[in-house]
């Protein structure tokens, strides 16, 4: 499985990770819609960490579609709740 | 996946198919996807260019709020030395804001400087990307039959659309900084076109509305124990012969008197 965390790069992760990432998703969607900015920070930053810790990077010659895309580290709350709903973050 | 991720990969996949779409035969995809890319690159030097430009004209104003640090301080001196406190607070006033400005400033050149290093990380990524589409173009040219071409050139312009994508979603975030920073650059230079940071030289002891303001923006208390150290650095002597003239004083320092308290107490109201 090719996770890419935006802005920064792309890793292979074990199909047996995927469970757990969508644990720390629900937790992540779970802090944005209760609009708590600490628990979205500390979240955000455990789902991004995961990615980091448990996969290993894609080199930059290799040309391959990932499977999940993360959104940028730098993201904020009201983005997460604003901008990821009608046209999305992504520029025409 | 639910969630952020599928929302994000949901966006970015339907912006490829977008970037995709539009040929038919493999060697039309193949040519129109490596201009596509040599396209963005280009697209992503000039982001980069335009946050570097962005962050220097930040830089410049810092280096005017610089000098203004100075000048106010150097005037408030001069404003006290010759018991004029009304004065030197207005100019310690002043510089406060000048001050708290420069921090901002300092934030927002950090900020736009980590953007133009991302932007150079994502260049150099996308650079690599797009070399490797290069050579995998011509193994496929060589290599393969039409159909067979079809299939592993959609997966290479697929997978070089995501960093395309993806370097787009960067740019535009850096883009939007810059905005904003261009909207607070402005305001600085407002107040500057307000003779917030001006020579107070130029001010009487009475108070304009520009003073009213500074006043209720600037902290107080960081004004006071400016007001109160210059006052123990200046040691309450006698002013100086070098002091700023000063309209109305008349110049009459009798020796001994403590300069600072007595007319600037009487003319604020």
Do not use: C, W
């Not at chain 2, 193994?139 to 299939?151: D, W």
């Not at chain 2, 500057?192 to 107070?200: K, L, M, Q, S």
């Amino acid at each position: 499985m090719i996770v890419r965390i935006s802005g920064e790069d792309q890793y292979r992760l074990d199909e047996s990770d995927h469970q757990r990432l969508n644990q720390l998703d629900a937790a992540v969607i779970a802090a944005v819609e209760a609009g708590d900015e600490a628990a979205f920070a500390r979240s955000f930053a455990e789902l991004l960490d995961f990615v980091r810790a448990n996969g290993t990077l894609v080199g930059d010659e290799e040309i391959e579609t990932s499977d999940l895309i993360l959104p940028p580290s730098d993201l904020t709350l009201a983005e997460a709740g604003v901008e990821f709903t009608g046209e999305g973050l992504i520029p025409d | 996946m639910a969630g952020l991720t599928g929302r994000m990969s949901t966006v970015v996949k339907a912006k490829v198919s977008k970037l995709l779409d539009r040929a038919e035969d493999p060697a039309e995809t193949l040519d129109y996807s490596y201009q596509k890319q040599v396209e963005q690159l280009q697209n992503v030097k000039k982001g980069i260019a335009d946050v570097v430009t962005a962050k220097k004209r930040l830089q410049l104003q810092e280096t005017t709020l610089q000098q203004q640090v100075v000048k106010l301080d150097t005037q408030a001196r001069q404003a006290l030395s010759s018991g004029q406190e009304d004065l030197a607070r207005t100019a310690l006033e002043r510089k406060n804001i000048a001050q708290t400005e420069l921090q901002s400033l300092d934030t927002q050149v950090a900020e736009l400087e980590e953007q133009q290093q991302k932007l150079t990380d994502s260049e150099q990524k996308l650079r690599a990307k797009i070399e490797s589409f290069r050579t995998k173009k011509e193994v496929i040219k060589a290599q393969y039959s039409a159909a067979e071409a079809q299939v592993r050139i959609s997966e290479a312009a697929t997978g070089v659309g995501e960093q395309m994508a993806d370097v787009g979603l960067a740019m535009q975030r850096a883009v939007d900084k810059t905005e904003n920073m261009k909207a607070r650059a402005d305001a600085v230079q407002e107040l500057e076109a307000a003779g917030t940071f001006e020579d107070i030289t130029a001010l009487g002891p009475g108070e304009d509305d520009i003073d009213k303001q500074l006043k209720s923006l600037s902290s107080k208390s960081a004004v006071d124990d400016d007001l109160e150290k210059l006052k123990g650095e200046i040691g309450q002597g006698a002013p100086s012969a070098g002091a700023l003239p000063l309209p109305g004083t008349g110049g009459a320092g009798s020796d001994g008197a403590p300069p600072a308290g007595g007319s600037g107490a009487e003319q604020s109201s």
